[in-house]
């Protein structure tokens, strides 16, 4: 069992930057795939970011290539997303998940999930 909180979301100016971290409850914590996704009003949750547990392979959704970076601790038990450049396209509410395995882009597939943190972005 593992339970995810986000927090760092919050109201940045278009080009500004964000960190996000997401701190997990559980021992087996450095076992989990871990994955970043979002959610805008009206649309659907959308993946943005993973990594492996060993943070060996990390995957991201071109959308946000090359501003976003994800890593973990897990000797905090932590992940997070560092998002630089940001635009109001990026505004939405973000997710961290935990799945055993390897990353995949679909939510369907992750077992556990935090409750969102909220990032909005200003033109």
């Known amino acids: 069992q593992v339970q995810l909180v986000e927090s760092g979301g919050g109201l940045v100016q278009a080009g500004g930057s964000l960190r996000l971290s997401c701190a997990a409850s559980?021992?087996?914590?450095?076992?989990?795939?871990m994955g970043w996704f979002r959610q805008a009003p009206g649309k659907e949750r959308e993946f943005v970011a993973g990594?492996?547990?060993?943070?060996?392979?990390?995957y991201y959704a071109d959308s946000v290539k090359g501003r976003f970076t994800i890593s973990r601790d897990n000797a905090k038990n932590t992940v997070y997303l560092q998002m630089n450049s940001l635009k109001p396209e990026d505004t939405a509410v973000y997710y961290c998940?935990?799945?055993?395995?390897?990353?995949?882009?679909?939510?369907?597939?992750?077992?556990?999930w935090g409750q969102g943190t909220q990032v909005t972005v200003s033109s």
């Open positions: 998940a935990a799945k055993f395995g390897q990353v995949v882009t679909g939510t369907r597939w992750y077992d556990y």
């Open positions: 559980g021992r087996t914590f450095s076992a989990y795939a």
């Open positions: 990594l492996t547990w060993s943070s060996s392979s990390t």
